[in-house]
């Protein structure tokens, strides 16, 4: 698996487990009904109102810590508070953002966490594919 993909599953045997789908559901689903994203000016000095917007709608929306994030070595918007000046900044969300976002909301978060791990792997990777064919037209 590509760096990128790897959403944390706990083995390959996990992996190929997701393939079936367990009967056990999870007790309850979570719901936010609202959200604060604080941040503090000086470490937004110098990024655009859609940078931080962006930046805000990832944290809001799929609650991803920048920290395992940048482990991964994706391009995302959650690098924007803290990387190093030299590398260049995403002026918006980028497509691994976008395809992690429809990753989470077009999988069931009723099952246990590993199904859905599977399940977001495989269409992350469907939709970073497809943005980089679109990308060499």
């Known amino acids: 698996m590509r760096a990128g ?3 944390g599953a706990a083995s390959s045997s996990a992996t190929a487990a997701n393939s079936v789908r367990p009967r056990i559901r999870a007790a309850s689903t979570p719901t936010f009904l609202a959200s604060v994203v604080v941040i ?3 470490s937004a000095a110098g990024l655009t109102l859609t940078q931080l917007a962006d930046y805000a709608a990832m944290r809001t929306f799929a609650d991803v810590a920048p920290e395992r994030v940048a482990k991964v070595g994706v391009p995302s918007i959650l690098g924007v508070l803290g990387q190093a000046d030299d590398r260049p900044l995403p002026v918006t969300l980028t ?3 976008l ?3 429809k990753s989470l ?3 069931d978060n ?3 966490a590993t199904f859905q791990r599977g399940d977001m792997e495989r269409v992350l990777k469907k939709e970073v594919e497809q943005a980089g064919r679109e990308a060499k037209r």
Request: glycine share 6%.
């Open 5 to 7: 993909w790897d959403l």
């Open 40 to 42: 503090d000016i000086k």
């Open 95 to 97: 497509h691994w953002d």
């Open 99 to 101: 395809g992690f976002l």
């Open 105 to 107: 909301y077009a999988t």
């Open 110 to 112: 009723a099952y246990l």
